[in-house]
């Protein structure tokens, strides 16, 4: 487990983590969000021990980072914010010098780079020095240190920035394929990598936690969440709509686009965990000249929970 403590820190007068606090079990993937300069990768490096905390304490393992920080970070692989590497040498020296440190050497140091420059897809590049190597490339490069140890708990800042879609969809297989033995946090601000990684997200604003549950719990905090998209072609639209908005269940229904005899219409509910969509089809399905086009039921939009969140 990771478990942090009342985290602080302050730069000056300016406060960056205002009295952080939550925990991490093994098997957790969790994303951690926030709009720029909301503190996250300033409470990433602390709780890898890069800075110390103004207060608190972050666990790791039964390891504090402060009093017991050698043993704390032996089992922490971190990906720093904009992959820091030397450019002078090889992806394979790189790799080498990184596994020396974590006390690995002859064939079993040879064995982990080895390994790990398959597993991050860089044999391609392994003799190339990092310098040449284009911002990708340098990322899967820093991503490859982070794991090259297998830690059991990782801790990424932006894993995927600079990736193009292919390469973002290998780190996220390989993020989900460590998750069962491991404890990862990574923070990102691609709310759709929190849908596709994530099993818990917490979200940062202004250096205070302001929410931490599932993605499929933050969606539900959409005022979208439940309601259905109804398009409908033909002359009889009006009709369908006040037959609507008199269906028990039924809280408003609007009109959100409109073009000649095609018309989308939102219907909210009464309750958005009771669904209506069926109930629906059946009530415009009376109407003579109407054709249902399409019907989606809406589970909530990331990105405007993330805003009504972040923005108050």
Do not use: W
């Given at each position: 487990m990771i478990e942090v403590k009342n985290l602080t820190k302050q730069f000056g007068?300016?406060?960056?983590?205002?009295?952080?606090?939550?925990?991490?079990?093994?098997?957790?993937?969790?994303?951690?969000?926030?709009?720029?300069?909301?503190?996250?990768?300033?409470?990433?490096?602390?709780?890898?021990?890069?800075?110390?905390?103004?207060?608190?304490?972050?666990?790791?393992?039964?390891?504090?980072?402060?009093?017991?920080?050698?043993?704390?970070?032996?089992?922490?692989?971190?990906?720093?914010?904009?992959?820091?590497?030397?450019p002078d040498m090889t992806v394979s020296r790189y790799l080498d010098f990184c596994a020396a440190i974590r006390?690995?050497?002859?064939?079993?140091?040879?064995?982990?780079?080895?390994?790990?420059?398959?597993?991050?897809?860089?044999?391609?590049?392994?003799?190339?020095?990092?310098?040449?190597?284009?911002?990708?490339?340098?990322?899967r490069v820093c991503f490859a240190q982070s794991i090259l140890h297998d830690p059991e708990y990782l801790i990424l800042d932006e894993p995927?920035?600079?990736?193009?879609?292919?390469?973002?969809?290998?780190?996220?297989?390989?993020?989900?394929?460590?998750?069962a033995s491991k404890v990862i946090i990574f923070s990102t601000h691609i709310l759709d990598e929190v849908d596709t990684v994530c099993?818990?997200?917490?979200?940062?604003?202004?250096?205070?936690?302001?929410?931490?549950?599932?993605?499929?719990?933050l969606r539900r905090r959409s005022a979208f969440h439940g309601s259905v998209a109804l398009t409908l072609t033909g002359d009889a639209i009006d009709a369908a709509k006040a037959r609507l908005e008199e269906m028990a269940g039924v809280a408003s229904v609007s009109a959100v686009a409109h073009d000649g005899d095609r018309c989308t219409l939102r219907i909210f509910p009464d309750d958005p965990d009771v669904p209506i969509a069926d109930r629906i089809i059946t009530a415009v399905g009376d109407d003579d000249g109407l054709r249902?086009?399409?019907?989606?039921?809406?589970?909530?939009?990331?990105?405007?929970?993330?805003?009504d969140i972040t923005t108050g």
């Open positions: 007068h300016h406060l960056a983590v205002d009295d952080i606090s939550f925990s991490a079990d093994k098997g957790e993937i969790l994303g951690f969000l926030g709009p720029n300069g909301a503190g996250k990768s300033t409470t990433m490096r602390m709780i890898t021990g890069f800075f110390p905390p103004t207060a608190g304490t972050v666990i790791i393992g039964g390891s504090d980072i402060q009093t017991d920080s050698i043993a704390a970070r032996r089992k922490i692989g971190y990906l720093p914010e904009n992959a820091p590497v030397y006390g690995f050497s002859g064939a079993d140091k040879r064995q982990r780079v080895g390994e790990t420059i398959e597993r991050c897809f860089l044999g391609g590049v392994r003799q190339q020095s990092v310098s040449t190597l284009s911002k990708g490339y340098k990322q995927t920035d600079g990736l193009d879609p292919n390469q973002k969809h290998e780190v996220r297989l390989m993020i989900r394929e460590m998750s099993n818990r997200a917490i979200i940062i604003a202004g250096g205070k936690v302001v929410a931490d549950d599932t993605p499929d719990g249902i086009a399409s019907i989606f039921v809406e589970q909530g939009r990331l990105d405007d929970v993330f805003r």
